[in-house]
């Protein structure tokens, strides 16, 4: 049998050599040909796939698969039947893979010497021309089997924001529009269309995905409220950016990336609740938010009902997550960026006022005065209100 290391491994290596950046370490993916599930066992692989033979390596535990073809025989992620063989060859395993970049294999030499992949490889077998479409900057389907995963629509589209000097093949764009004619992105299974959806957001330039998606017509089909526009691919690569517009971002979480970007109901996509949540209170606080913050008299009661109503002291977190998901909302000029990060710095030392304020000598005078429930609370309030007037000074 001969082992190889194939997929994300090999075309990173090659763009680190080309001087290209790589943004993400990826796991090893070996492919076995000529070797059967039996053989594998008796080397001490342990088996662990369940749709097709899959086995990990008795010291590194990296997964090691046979080689494959696949046929199409349903819809959705599952409608495949898998054929594995000791005769599948290497270039027919390759050929089932999505982009030409990630169809390419260096044969396993020896392992556990000292190299960059801990492991001796040999040259690069490139039987779909994946280095030529590295140089060109090119991505590009490897054969019409691409179709059979609508899912890959996603990926080329997560590929385009992960690298965005990067462009899509006009035969790939092509046959990436007839998929979506032809419906095939009904079929997809909500938890990887959000997987896809979470990588494309959390990437260099988040609004490449969506602009792959709208040129091929699968925005629409999955995120229904979404119109692609200048302003919100400038807001999406806003929330990315390090060094632009003026005053410096840091690199946005997952939570305020979705929220600011305003998706509308995507739900059914399974999207995580605290992404959802955050989402929903953009939606209902941003424009209290703007006007409380251009008060030229702070009404320290309105704020304090904006603070109870965002929870914020409950979850002093993702109140700071709201104001950066307020900012990348409204940030668009530099007298803005001054402006937002005034606002800002009000809210958190409001919300710091409030939170600060030692409750338990007040619920002793509360108690002293025979007051209970509603109206204990209520006494706090008032002291917070009135202590939260402070800073809005």
Request: aromatic share 6%.
């Amino acid at each position: 049998m001969q082992i190889y290391l194939v997929g994300g491994a090999v075309r990173d290596g090659l763009m680190k050599q080309m001087g290209l950046p790589v943004q993400e370490a990826h796991d090893r993916d070996w492919v076995v040909v000529g070797s059967t599930p039996e053989a594998m066992v008796a080397q001490g692989f342990t088996p662990v796939g369940k749709d097709f033979p899959v086995f990990l390596h008795p010291k590194t535990h990296e997964e090691y698969a046979l080689a494959r073809t696949e046929r199409k025989n349903g819809r959705g992620y599952k409608g495949f039947s898998i054929h594995t063989s000791p005769e599948v060859t290497l270039e027919e395993d390759l050929a089932r893979r999505d982009l030409t970049l990630n169809a390419m294999a260096r044969p396993l030499l020896s392992e556990g010497a000292a190299s960059e992949f801990g492991a001796v490889l040999g040259e690069v077998i490139d039987p779909f021309n994946g280095q030529a479409d590295l140089k060109n900057r090119c991505f590009r389907h490897v054969t019409d089997a691409f179709r059979e995963d609508p899912l890959r629509i996603l990926r080329v589209a997560r590929f385009a924001a992960r690298f965005p000097d990067f462009h899509v093949a006009d035969t790939t764009l092509a046959l990436m529009r007839e998929m979506v004619a032809d419906h095939e992105l009904s079929h997809l299974v909500p938890e990887r269309v959000w997987q896809e959806m979470s990588r494309g957001l959390m990437a260099e330039r988040p609004s490449r995905w969506l602009e792959v998606l709208n040129e091929v017509g699968a925005l629409h089909s999955l995120l229904p409220q979404t119109t692609f526009t200048p302003e919100l691919a400038q807001r999406l690569d806003r929330m990315a950016s390090e060094g632009n517009p003026p005053v410096p971002l840091e690199v946005r979480s997952l939570e305020v990336r979705y929220a600011a970007a305003q998706f509308g109901d995507s739900a059914a996509w399974h999207v995580p609740k605290a992404c959802l949540e955050l989402a929903q209170l953009i939606k209902n606080e941003s424009t209290a938010m703007a006007e409380l913050a251009a008060q030229s008299t702070p009404d320290a009661e309105a704020w304090m009902a904006l603070l109870e109503r965002c929870d914020a002291l409950r979850k002093p977190q993702r109140f700071e997550q709201l104001l950066e998901a307020h900012a990348c909302l409204h940030r668009d000029s530099e007298a803005t960026c001054a402006e937002l990060n005034a606002a800002q710095t009000r809210w958190r030392r409001a919300l710091e006022a409030v939170l600060t304020l030692e409750t338990a000598p007040l619920v002793a005078l509360a108690k002293k005065q025979g007051l209970k429930g509603p109206e204990m609370g209520q006494l706090i309030r008032q002291h917070r209100v009135s202590r939260l007037a402070h800073p809005l000074r």
